[in-house]
């Protein structure tokens, strides 16, 4: 039977103290500051190549910036474990004043009204279902493989940067690794969803004035009761492998 503890900082693995005080906050910062949605998915096509290739011919500045992407990729694993559990409500709005949103039969356009003064982002990797109802997505994610799974796929991947081993040749992962793959592009969209959906409200309520990733927000008055904060209960993470 598992038993019910609080989520801490300790739990996790690549989140500062105040990333998991402040989660929202630290994805708004990526997103704003880091690199574009289109960026950060190239990036991560990059990380799912070499995983299924070689890193051979690959020059040792790209090498850097792949172990920068997979640390990223470990961040973002762990904000959508941590937001899991303190937010209730996923379900989003078509429109708001913080964004706007066309759904297409493939694919999704969310238009942020404020970055740069207005700025499109395509979806094409989640469901429109998924974005409309990001839980879905959320908990397909965990029920594909726990959270410590998570964590250690990511460090058999790591592995496939520095060797000519690749994810699918671990007996953990043959055969499943098309579907590890999918998971980790529609993760990506997930933080640019919950940027847009969850960070900007929160930051308009509890940083208006920051000016790293405030300075462009529309004031807004915003209800937060649906979010939970930093002290929650979870099930345990399991400690067995994929």
């Not at 949605?37 to 040792?60: E, M, Y």
């Not at 410590?148 to 058999?156: E, I, K, L, Y």
């Not at 309520?205 to 904060?229: F, G, L, M």
Request: hydrophobic fraction near 35%; charge should be neutral.
């Amino acid at each position: 039977m598992k038993t019910k503890r609080k989520l801490s900082h300790k739990h996790f693995r690549y989140l500062t103290k105040k990333e998991f005080k402040d989660p929202l906050y630290a994805i708004a910062d990526f997103c704003v500051n880091a690199m574009s949605l289109r960026d950060w998915k190239d990036s991560i096509d990059l990380v799912i190549r070499i995983a299924c290739t070689s890193p051979k011919g690959l020059k040792r500045r790209r090498i850097s910036d792949l172990y920068g992407y997979w640390g990223n990729l470990n961040k973002q694993i762990d904000f959508l474990y941590l937001l899991k559990h303190r937010i209730k409500d996923w379900e989003i709005s078509k429109d708001t004043s913080f964004y706007s949103a066309t759904f297409y039969y493939h694919s999704t356009l969310l238009h942020d009204l404020d970055l740069h003064d207005g700025t499109y982002m395509w979806f094409d990797r989640l469901k429109a279902k998924e974005i409309k109802q990001l839980d879905l997505f959320i908990n397909k994610f965990f029920r594909f493989m726990s959270y410590r799974q998570w964590q250690h796929m990511m460090d058999r991947l790591l592995e496939t940067f520095f060797s000519d081993s690749q994810l699918g040749q671990y007996v953990a992962y043959g055969g499943k690794e098309h579907k590890i793959f999918r998971l980790l592009e529609k993760l990506g969209e997930a933080m640019y969803l919950i940027y847009l959906s969850k960070s900007k409200e929160h930051i308009a309520k509890h940083h208006p004035n920051d000016e790293r990733v405030a300075h462009y927000y529309k004031e807004s008055n915003i209800d937060e009761d649906n979010v939970e904060q930093t002290e929650t209960e979870l099930d345990e993470i399991p400690d067995s492998d994929a």
